[in-house]
């Protein structure tokens, strides 16, 4: 009998017009196509034509839909009226706002600039803001990387030129074999799920290391459970276990490394440990033909590992012997490390022989001709497909930095950066330590600062330091406690702020950081200290607090005034080579966001409000010579802005439209990009593409685009000699001189080799009392707490179980449904428990993030991530417990200063299920009705 089959439209007609802009769901910026249907969104879609995503759309990018209706979005002004935390404002009009902000700041400018402290969170134009801090003059600006990864940014950037984060990728096409260490989801969301299909499909391997099988690691071909905080001893082992086999790149090390450099070898020499230099101060390596000292880039020269020099009786060892030296010592044996890393010794050996195999038995060449710096013509690119990549997993601990550089010592021993098969960076990288600024921090009345904030300090006469030897920021970034902290300390601000420690200030300014939540480490504690008055004077203890978001975050109740800002799909934007673009190893591309719908609240863009508020207050850089405001709005920046003559925010269509990275500005340019489908690419030749760092072709590349004014050929940092400069202030050499209470640590942590040490909290406490690793992983559909307010993305992860590995859950007798008190050294939380098979025999773990306060952010009161949601945050503290020396110790690397969320300890108990997640907190009022019960309009016939 014939059928009758419906006739159905399988491609209905969703949308009246297509505006294609950059996605900001997370971090990772994809193109996007947004179908819009009688002006408002209907649907989102990948851009096929986009050189991040190609078409690819996550859950949280679908999702956008649901961001840009979301009910918490702030509709007005609002200044506060009840206390500190009640969440009580009313509605004021934007000139009343705008006049509030300058009359709080204009004095202060005038007086203190350091009094103002302005901190932004994950935004995207930390080369827009960062000027405005710098133009304002005070010292007390930084975004949120140093809660989040700065160990891999600065050990990255002072070891190879370059980190992991967006800035490099492996070489999809051609590795073989692929290392992921504590990356579960990452800023690089998309590509990375796109490569490692990629590798799949053509039957390369993936490895995950990580305490948790979750997100990557869940189709890793391969899974080694590690110890958290035990990274870096693994590595190590693996580099022990490589020398050993004599499975190193020797010519590789001789021409791109310090591995040839010459040391001084002399203990009672003042110059012990540092390099032996030429009077124009280039380092010197031992031609293997003569024999002689030269400078590292002499044209024909062949660098020696194996002899040392001798010169006025002082012996000059190649960094190359040290390192061999210490890592062939049998306490990096993997027989001795198995135990503290979880791994068995078997384990980690196959794991180094397969490194080996794969990068020297099945190296490959490409015939591509190359010209090196010393003026070498290399026939062929050698490749090594072995790629590694790491995020927040290895690096958000108290021995981060120096892990993060064991993993570069590893990759580059394999001598796999910057060849085929291996990491590659993306432009504006590579750019080697000393092309970056020095950290600025001197505040003058009245006066911008004389440089940018951020920086890497070479040396103790860099740090952020007042001339009694007091700290200049209010973080004590650059300071003794963690020289090399490139991001700022932001989680250590209100703390600080409230502690009046180095000084007081008197208005924190905010952007897009729920500090009051799930960016701080002790979330009552921070609270408190937000609201706390001064006895005395009954006046808050920081004074002032301004905050700038889209959303009715927690933060929003902890201000005295609020600028709310758009939604991604509302406002300009600019993803730039100044910044953090979009770039491929094979391509500079930067990209734009543009309003692609019209707010339908009284909102404005961030960024324009910045610049308004910059010509308000005279800033230098915002207004013009007569005074009057310089840019209409942020659209205007960043066509017309120039940071060097013919260097602008975008580096396309420049000039009279054809130019691409240097040339006048074009008041046409944002159009062109719209036109272009948000975009801009520039591709690097062919020669050019690998080798980066001692690539004529590419330094002649980057020149020509403006990425730098010369060719800048660099070494690999293996021997980091900034941080033998710090060692040896704490041995007492130098005039710039370390406090007693830091000598020991500062020698025992900032080792010019990387090296392994105990996590500090590890060390600091009774770890039978909490003997078990507390971690959060971020949830591959959200990003933080972005998502969790999100309408479709809350039925994905609406409340976060802690998970509890097998023999933890049996021990203790747990059964689907029950609760657990998590307890540590720093407080309790009582939470529901689930159980995990594929994870650390001593790790629980949950999701980042999901846990609301209730009145925050349009929830009901009754929402799963109000009544089951928690935070580990509530367990964690800024500081480490008390050692009974008299000084508390950050809960930070002594290098970078980035906050050791993951050396938590805790230990749990079975109890009863409590009617809600503890602690409960008191709801804040919200400044934003509650949401509807259902959010519907038909977009098709
Ligand atoms: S990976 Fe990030 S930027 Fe890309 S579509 Fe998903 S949310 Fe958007």
């Known amino acids: 009998m014939a059928q009758r089959h419906p006739t159905l439209d399988l491609s209905p007609k969703v949308s009246d017009e297509i505006r294609k802009t950059t996605c900001y769901m997370c971090a990772c910026r994809c193109g996007i196509d947004v179908h819009l249907k009688d002006g408002r969104v209907a649907y989102i879609e990948g851009n096929r034509d986009h050189p991040v995503n190609k078409g690819v759309l996550c859950a949280k990018g679908s999702a956008g839909i649901m ?49 103002l402290a302005f901190f932004t969170g994950r935004d995207q134009s930390q080369s827009l803001t960062s000027y405005w801090a710098q133009q304002f003059g005070t010292p007390n600006y930084a975004a949120h990387g140093g809660f989040c990864s700065v160990n891999m940014a600065v050990a990255g950037i002072t070891t190879m030129g370059g980190a992991f984060w967006e800035f490099g990728q492996p070489d999809w096409e051609r590795t073989k074999l692929l290392l992921l260490f504590g990356v579960a989801e990452d800023h690089d969301s998309n590509p990375i799920k796109m490569g490692i299909g990629r590798l799949k499909a053509r039957g390369a391997k993936v490895i995950g290391i990580n305490p948790v099988r979750s997100g990557y690691n869940a189709v890793a071909d391969d899974w080694f459970g590690i110890t958290p905080g035990t990274d870096g001893l693994l590595i190590l082992s693996l580099v022990h276990c490589l020398l050993k086999a004599g499975k190193i790149d020797l010519p590789y090390l001789a021409q791109f490394t310090n591995a040839p450099v010459l040391v001084n070898g002399d203990e009672s020499s003042p110059d012990h440990g540092l390099f032996l230099r030429d009077d124009a101060g280039k380092p010197l390596v031992l031609d293997r033909k003569t024999r002689q000292p030269v400078p590292f880039d002499t044209q024909g020269v062949t660098p020696d590992l194996a002899h040392t020099y001798r010169r006025a009786g002082i012996t000059h060892r190649p960094v190359f012997q040290h390192l061999a030296e210490r890592y062939l010592s049998p306490d990096y044996a993997p027989e001795q490390v198995a135990a503290t890393c979880g791994i068995p010794a078997p384990r980690i050996r196959a794991l180094a022989a397969e490194l080996a195999r794969t990068a020297f038995d099945e190296a490959i060449e490409i015939a591509q001709p190359w010209t090196d710096f010393r003026g070498q013509t290399h026939a062929t690119m050698t490749g090594r497909p072995v790629a590694m990549h790491a995020m927040r997993g290895i690096s958000a601990h108290s021995n981060g930095f120096q892990t993060a550089r064991a993993l570069h010592l590893l990759q580059i021993l394999l001598g796999t950066v910057e060849t085929p098969g291996g990491f590659r960076f993306k432009p504006p990288y590579p750019k080697p330590m000393e092309a970056h600024p020095r950290p600025h921090a001197s505040a003058t009345p009245g006066q911008p600062l004389k440089g940018p904030h951020l920086g890497f300090p070479q040396g103790p006469e860099d740090l952020a330091l007042d001339e009694n030897g007091h700290p200049q920021r209010i973080d004590k970034a650059f300071t003794w406690e963690n020289p090399l902290s490139a991001h700022g300390l932001m989680h250590m601000v209100i703390a600080n702020a409230h502690a009046g420690d180095p000084y007081r200030i008197d208005t924190l300014f905010l952007y897009m950081a729920n500090m009051a939540w799930n960016s701080s480490m002790g979330t009552g504690r921070v609270t408190q200290m937000l609201t706390d008055t001064d006895p005395e004077t009954g006046d808050y203890v920081i004074p002032r607090i301004i905050y700038s978001d889209a959303y009715s975050s927690e933060m929003v109740a902890y201000a005295d005034l609020i600028l709310p800002d758009t939604t991604y799909l509302e406002r300009h934007d600019c993803i730039s080579l100044l910044d953090r673009p979009i770039s491929e190893a094979e391509a500079a591309a930067d990209a734009i966001r543009w309003p692609v719908i019209q707010p339908d609240r009284d909102v404005r863009g961030f960024q324009s409000v910045l610049i308004d508020l910059g010509a308000r207050l005279d800033l230098p850089g915002f207004v013009t010579e007569d005074g009057q405001p310089k840019y209409a709005d942020y659209a205007d920046y960043i066509t017309t802005h120039q940071r060097r003559p013919g260097i602008g925010p975008l580096m396309g269509f420049r000039g009279e439209g054809q130019s691409t990275g240097r040339g006048d500005p074009n008041p046409d340019q944002l159009d062109r990009y719209i036109a272009a489908g948000g975009f801009h690419t520039h591709h690097i030749p062919e020669s050019a593409q690998f080798y980066k760092p001692w690539n004529r072709a590419y330094q002649d590349w980057a020149v020509a685009l403006g990425l730098y004014d010369s060719p800048q050929p660099y070494l690999f940092n293996l021997w980091l000699e900034p941080l033998r400069k710090f060692q040896r202030a704490a041995e007492g050499h130098g005039p710039h001189q370390p406090p007693d209470h830091l000598r020991d640590r500062i020698k025992a942590t900032m080792d010019p080799l990387p090296l392994w040490y105990e996590p500090f909290e590890e060390a600091a406490i009774d770890t039978e009392a909490y003997p078990l690793h507390a971690l959060t992983q971020r949830p591959m559909a959200m990003y933080h707490s972005w998502g969790t307010q999100n309408a479709w993305l809350r039925q994905v992860h609406g409340e976060n179980p802690l998970y509890l590995p097998t023999d933890l859950w049996e021990q203790h007798g747990f059964t689907q449904g029950d609760w657990a008190r998590v307890t540590s050294p720093h407080g309790t939380i009582t939470v529901p428990v689930a159980h995990m098979a594929a994870l650390n025999p001593s790790t629980v773990w949950t999701w980042n993030a999901i ?89 098709t016939p």
């Open 851 to 939: 846990g609301k306060r209730k009145g925050a952010w349009a929830l009901a009161p009754k929402a799963p991530e109000a009544t089951r949601g928690f935070l580990l945050n509530h367990l964690i503290h800024e500081l480490l417990p008390p050692r009974g020396d008299g000084h508390r110790w950050a809960n930070s690397d002594p290098v970078t200063g980035q906050a050791a969320w993951f050396d938590l300890r805790v230990r749990i108990e079975k109890t009863a299920p409590p009617k809600e997640a503890q602690p409960g907190f008191p709801p804040i009022s919200s400044p934003v009705p509650k949401g509807p019960d259902a959010l519907t309009w038909k977009t």
């Open 67 to 115: 961001q840009v209706n979301a009910p918490s979005r702030l509709r007005a002004p609002l200044r506060r009226t009840g206390p500190r935390g009640s969440g009580q404002f009313e509605e004021i009009t934007w000139e009343e706002a705008l006049q509030t902000a300058t009359d709080w700041m204009a004095p202060l400018r005038a007086k203190a600039p350091e009094k």
